[in-house]
T-cell receptor, first 119, second 115 residues
């Protein structure tokens, strides 16, 4: 089973509009972390926002916010007031605890969503 | 502060040839990752180091891939011999700490083309 599922291969949005990128995850851990990264065509992975499984409030970072619904195991990224420079690939990722331990291991990524912002 | 540095940025080799990638993590970061990213897909972990110890190499194809992190700082990833299917972007990342909120910082990657 996929640990991280991003069901939207591609999304289009008009400049200055808001857009939501979907992410669902699968874990049996109680404690985990969820991340969103942006990957422009130049290739680098840019960290956008983090949500902890115990955080009661949705994370926000500037124009980015995370719509965290723990019971549904979803962590959707909302980008408000889209800009042309937001056109990129977006990845949802999760960090879980290592089996039987209290430390955390690798980041597991979803397949990504290509966002295109139209002027 | 310098970020994660990878070299080369691009590499084209013929199949069956060896190739090596180098990564210099952010100073002080104890954890180093090598990820493989195929075109249009998400990164997949190849190997993770804690200092100089490889703590997760379950996804590393050990028949042709090898990695080392001498002195717990720089790391190299080697493929010998390369196959056509190895064409991909190889990403290196580093992080500090072991919490759920530990952010991984990525390099720009090495784009490998095997012809």
């Amino acid at each position: 089973a996929q640990k991280i599922t991003q069901t939207q291969p591609g999304m289009f949005v008009q400049e200055k509009e808001a857009v939501t990128l979907d992410c669902t995850y699968d874990t049996s851990d109680q404690s985990y972390g969820l991340f969103w990264y942006k990957q422009p065509s130049s290739g680098e992975m840019i960290f956008l926002i983090y949500q902890g499984s115990y955080d009661e409030q949705n994370a926000t970072e500037g124009r980015y916010s995370l719509n965290f619904q723990k019971a549904r195991k979803s962590a959707n990224l909302v980008i408000s007031a889209s800009q042309l420079g937001d056109s990129a690939m977006y990845f949802c990722a999760m960090r879980e605890t290592l089996a039987g331990g209290t430390s955390y291991g690798k980041l597991t990524f979803g397949q990504g969503t290509i966002l295109t912002v139209h002027p | 502060e310098a970020g994660v540095v990878q070299s080369p940025r691009y590499k084209i080799i013929e199949k069956k040839q060896p190739v090596a990638f180098w990564c210099n993590p952010i100073s002080g970061h104890n954890t180093l990752y090598w990820y493989l990213q195929n075109l249009g897909q998400g990164p997949e972990l190849l190997i993770r180091y804690e200092n100089e110890e490889a703590v997760d190499d379950s996804q590393l194809p050990k028949d042709r891939f090898s990695a080392e992190r001498l002195k717990g700082v720089d790391s190299t990833l080697k493929i010998q011999p390369a196959e056509l299917g190895d064409s991909a972007v190889y990403l290196c990342a580093s992080s500090l700490g072991e919490g759920a909120d530990t952010e991984a910082f990525f390099g720009q990657g090495t784009r490998l083309t095997v012809v």
